[in-house]
């Protein structure tokens, strides 16, 4: 195995980074394409339907037929729309959702970019993958269209305020924001995990992370009954392909972070065997999966969220729990003999 | 050239065109966006002078919000470009006067003793171990605290400001209570009725 280790450290740093770039989107691109067909399944299933099941075994290549079909259709331009605007728009909605990736530890060493202040990175970077929803609906010259990226940037805007909070709940009890320290901090079996301290943050966190992502009961910013399809209703082949890869790596990246945060990351749920003969990386895919599916539970399970009350719970709720519960942490760590509940 | 200096050309050189792009281009909204842009040049700028926190703060407050709020404005007006342009020649000679002094006191200050190459001392590279965050932590909560709370009481006091100036309740408005829904009890909305049996009507004959 050495001559593999020879080559790789004769290739250039670009070049390097390049491979390990290529090993985080190409799976997260799979990745994707499959937790759309586990949503169609899942949902069927809640709905007693079968789901699809006739390209290849048991519908399993029903998403490489999607991409393809997607690839192959003609990309409609509407003729009074803003050309460059309206093709720049789905690369400004896929780009950020695959650098956040850049920072995502999958297990203690398995990380591209190890940063001090990945939290930071994180949060900077979700909250630019709006412009790629507000260019689109801009550009299109629709109606339906503008409606949804008005829509989408007040709520967004609304959500990433207690989404901001509820991070700042996780720097104060971990101490640090480098996300391979906010996981090493958790370590210790499933009573550490900070899910339990700030229990109110995580669901403000999780909440949040569906609002953000503009996912049903939040998504009014496409509410095909309401505005056909929001933001991206003139958008057609490898340009609606591509908010769709951006909104599905948008939500495995909120799963991604809900686990680093909250769930103890890589760390295995209990401290003695067999658990720790598992690696890091399983136990960070299986608790990734689990939130993944609750995005896909809340969609077959809850009606769309009316406007105001999206609104309301946005200002009025979530941010002052954040509020109050920051304060509560700082109390607590700081003048009471209970500190030890948030460290 | 050392990869350092072509990423700082290459993000002034985007920085630069950018921002003259907002003043030259026609279209509001995307005069915005090269604000974006720019600010995001500018972030990416200071990521390379080590200062990671503000960089980031840049992106986080400015492109991510400050700025989603200036689109949503911007792209709601209708401007009249032909109305916007028809000042030009009046206002020329003023906006001339103003943009000269700044270039000159630009150039005074630029020129004095103090941004010499010479007196400036070169900034000094730290390992991958500092951390921009930290060390703008410790300073802030130590030695600038007394100016960091007052720039906090500042904004606050603008944030109560523009939320009485802005709250106009009108009396027509109908609101829902979510907490008055919630403690409705089945007395207040349900009246069960007594009533005699309705008789079955005969159908065979």
């Known amino acids: 195995m050495s001559w593999i280790g020879t080559i790789w450290d004769s290739l250039p740093l670009i070049l390097q980074l390049g491979i390990k770039i290529g090993f985080i989107v190409g799976p997260l691109i799979i990745a994707v394409a499959y937790y759309t067909l586990a949503e169609r399944k899942v949902i069927a299933y809640m709905h007693v339907r079968v789901g699809p099941n006739r390209v290849g075994p048991r519908g399993l290549l029903q998403p490489i037929a999607d991409v393809l079909k997607l690839m192959f259709k003609e990309m409609i331009i509407p003729s009074k729309s803003d050309k460059y605007l309206f093709l720049i728009a789905p690369v400004l909605a896929v780009t950020p959702a695959f650098a956040a990736w850049a920072v995502i530890p999958f297990s203690g060493t398995l990380v591209l970019a190890d940063i001090d202040a990945g939290l930071l990175y994180v949060l900077a970077l979700t909250s630019m993958s709006v412009y790629g929803v507000i260019i689109a609906g801009w550009a299109s010259n629709s109606k339906y269209a503008f409606l949804g990226a008005m829509r989408s940037a007040a709520q967004i805007v609304a959500y990433e305020i207690a989404m901001g909070f509820a991070l700042v709940g996780v720097l104060m009890v971990a101490g640090s924001l480098n996300l391979n320290t906010i996981i090493q901090a958790q370590s210790g079996g499933l009573h550490q995990w900070f899910f339990l301290p700030l229990f109110p943050l995580f669901l403000v966190y999780l909440i949040s992370g569906v609002a953000e992502t503009n996912r049903a009961p939040f998504d009014v910013s496409e509410g095909e009954s309401e505005i056909v399809a929001g933001f991206h209703v003139d958008y057609s082949g490898m340009g609606f392909a591509a908010f769709f890869l951006a909104e599905y790596a948008n939500m495995l990246m909120i799963s991604a972070l809900t686990v680093i945060l909250f769930l103890g990351g890589w760390n295995p749920p209990f401290d003695f065997p067999p658990f720790i003969w598992l690696p890091g990386v399983f136990w960070f895919l299986a608790k990734l999966s689990l939130v993944a599916f609750l995005f896909l539970w809340f969609r077959a399970t809850f009606p769309r969220y009316r406007y105001d009350q999206i609104m309301r719970l946005g200002w009025k709720v979530f941010i002052p729990v954040t509020l109050i519960w920051i304060a509560v942490i700082g109390v607590f760590k700081f003048f009471t003999p209970f500190g030890v509940i948030f460290s | ?205």
Not at chain 2, 45 to 55: D, G, K, Q
Not at chain 2, 75 to 92: K, P, Q, S, T, Y
Not at chain 2, 153 to 160: D, H
Request: aromatic fraction near 10%.
């Open chain 2, 1 to 205: 050239m050392p990869l350092l200096s072509i990423l700082f050309y290459l993000f002034a050189t985007v920085l630069v065109v950018s921002a003259a792009m907002v003043v030259t281009i026609r279209n509001p909204v995307k005069a915005a966006l090269f604000l974006v842009l720019s600010f995001f040049s500018a972030a990416c700028i200071w990521m390379t002078l080590e200062a990671e926190f503000l960089s980031i703060a840049l992106v986080l407050v400015y492109v991510g919000a400050v700025m989603v709020l200036f689109l949503f404005v911007v792209m709601m007006l209708d401007v009249d470009i032909e109305r916007m342009r028809e000042g030009f020649a009046r206002n020329m000679p003023v906006g001339a006067l103003v943009a000269g002094i700044m270039v000159v006191e630009f150039v005074v200050v630029m020129m004095s003793d103090r941004f010499d190459s010479q007196s400036l001392p070169r900034p000094v590279g730290h390992g991958p171990d500092y951390s921009n965050t930290k060390e703008l932590g410790l300073v802030l909560y130590t030695d600038y605290v007394f100016a960091f709370e007052v720039a906090g009481l500042i904004l606050l006091v603008a944030i109560i400001a523009a939320i009485v100036l802005t709250m106009r309740r009108r009396p027509d408005t109908r609101y829902q209570s979510p907490s008055e829904q919630v403690k409705v009890s089945k007395s207040e909305r349900l009246r069960i009725v007594s009533m005699p049996t309705e008789k079955r009507p005969e159908i065979n004959k």
